[in-house]
């Protein structure tokens, strides 16, 4: 078991197994109907997420324009919901077809709130890819078009995840189980 900051963490998605499925992701996403794709990363836990499946969009095909998005969520994985935007894209998202990239689809607020201001601003479309799917924790009615791996219900760090702005150098998704 990996120790970091000494702490011991459970490995729950290996390196190798994220390469893999972002691969999959990729070829499915070329396989879709997107256009013109402008992907927009939902900062900041899905960084490293969107600087892989970016080059393997590549692999695929695909020639996407890259933007971020910075999103605070109050209260995430909490009841608390409540949704603002920190910082906003460059890019005039009307008429575009957009896929939107997230470390972890929970509530869902993030990326209801996201989406819904992509669509108000006239994109063509908004498909959502998310790395992980904490389904049991929805509350808004929002679902993604594309997941990486189904999530257990537990508070996961690494591959750009945090706790308090640490761990998220971590080549791998893991579970912080406690001291080493
Ligand atoms: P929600 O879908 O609006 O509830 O928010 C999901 C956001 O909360 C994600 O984009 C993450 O940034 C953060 N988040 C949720 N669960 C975890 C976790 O287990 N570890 C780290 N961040 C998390
Ligand atoms: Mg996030």
Redesign the pocket.
Known sequence: MPIVRNKKIEVLFTAKQIARRNHELSEEIALGDLKNILVIS?L???FVFAADLIRALHKAGLTPEVEFIS?A?YG??TSA?E?RLLRDVDSDVKDRDILLI????????????TRDLMLSRGARKVSIV?L?D?SM????DINADYVGFE?PD????GYG???GHAFRELPFVGVVTGDA
């Open positions: 939902v900041k836990g899905s999103i969520s995430a994985g919901g949704v997230d470390d972890i689809l929970e509530s869902g607020n993030t990326m209801k709130f998310t992980l904490k924790r929805r509350k808004s999530c537990k508070f996961v760090v995840m945090d706790v």
